[in-house]
Structure formats: structure tokens, C-alpha cells
């Protein structure tokens, strides 16, 4: 998928959004307030990263939380970037970056961005074989074509499946609509080591201060103390329908 075709894609999925939030009536003299919890609610957890390093930024101090609590975190990355920089090299500041999570139980594919059909092919198998409670994916508000099209494959895959888990869509570069917050102060420590850990990535782009300045607008916007992390949680089937395009 092109900048175009990305961009044709974002318009449509917000007229959806405002088709169904916007109705007269719905929401007229309401405020949109999301809930706060301390985490999100399950026992296992699929994470579905594009990218290493994208689910550090969007969901980190969440999956620090989620593995403290005991519960189940599986990561999968479905690609790994490429660059002036050697494999070895990525692989290295991966596995730091997860240590620093806490993160074991992840899927890292070292090979160029699926085709949507095969991202299609790799979370539905992941989804089979885990059998997850909840599925966190990079929402439909991303500027990367590459993080639309994890949305779109995930979205594709549980539309073909009788599963209905939660979906936890995570804003990695652009805020979304959130239902809710996880205050994840912390965890915030850790989570700003894991990003430091992909230094061939923060080396051109300052990734702590992109996660550090979204996560403190998110827990300022409900007068909290710190950084929260912003959510959009509803079961994956209405994800489906909503943003069937």
C-alpha cells in the first residue's frame, strides 16, 4: 500500500468513525471520557507489531504491567527493518528490548513486510494456535501504511473467524479515539529503556520523546499524574464491523 492509498484509507475509516460516533442524539452534550484501569482485562495477550520497536512505543508500559500481573504476553513482530546496519546488529537491540519488557514469548520475522494476504495467513494462524483473550494492533489512525495494513490484516483474519477476543488498538505516531487509558507510571522506566535499546532506530528519530509526550498528553487529558498509554477496547468483531471499508 502507497502514501495514496494509505491516505484514501484514513479518510474512510474516519468517515466511519464519525457515521457511528456522531449520530444526532448519540453523543450531543456528552463528553467522551475513556475509563482507567490498572490493566486490561484477560489472562493471555497477542501483541501484533509491524515492526520491533512499535509495540514498545504504543503498548510497552501496558505489556510491563500485563507480564507483573502474571498474565500471558506474546509479541509478533511481522517484519524487521532494514537500514544501514547489520542483522546481527537488530537482533541484538530486539532481544534487549525485550528483556527490558519482560517479554519471552515472541515471534520475530526477519524478512521484508508481508503481503497483506500473508499478514492475513500469519496472524490468523497466531490467533488459532494462542487462542488469546485479548489482541492488541496498531489502530486505524496510523500514518505508516505498513501499521494500516497490520490493522487491516487483523481486521481481515477475525472477520474469516469464529473468535470474538477483545482488540486493543494502540496509537503509536497518531492519537485515536480511546475508551481507555492505562496508567502506566510504573512501568515508564522500563519502557523508555526498551525504546533506547533500538538505537539504530532513535538514533534519527527521538522515539522516547514521541511515547513520553503522547503518553503524558493522554494522563494530563484525565488529570492524572505521569503518562498513561490510550486505547481503543471493544471486541474485535465490532472492530470488524466498524471499520469495514
Known sequence: MGYQEAKLELRLIAEKLRNRF???GRLEGTQWSPKVMDVPPGQRFLV???HPDDDTVGCGGTIVKLLEAGKAVRVVYLSMQVGDFTPDERRKEIHSALEHLGVKDFILRESSFPSLQEAVEIIT???E???PDAIFAPSPFENHDQHLRTFEAFRLSVEKMNVNPDAILY???NPLMPNLLIPVNSAMERKVMAIKDHWTQVREIDYVRVSQGLTGYRAASLALDGYA???LHLPAK???RMFHV
Do not use: C
Open 48 to 50: 501484533l507489531s509491524p
Open 22 to 24: 456522531t449520530v444526532p
Open 238 to 240: 465490532d472492530v470488524v
Open 125 to 127: 494462524q497466531e490467533i
Open 229 to 231: 498509554e490510550a486505547f
Open 171 to 173: 496509537e503509536i505516531w
Open 129 to 131: 494456535s494462542y487462542r
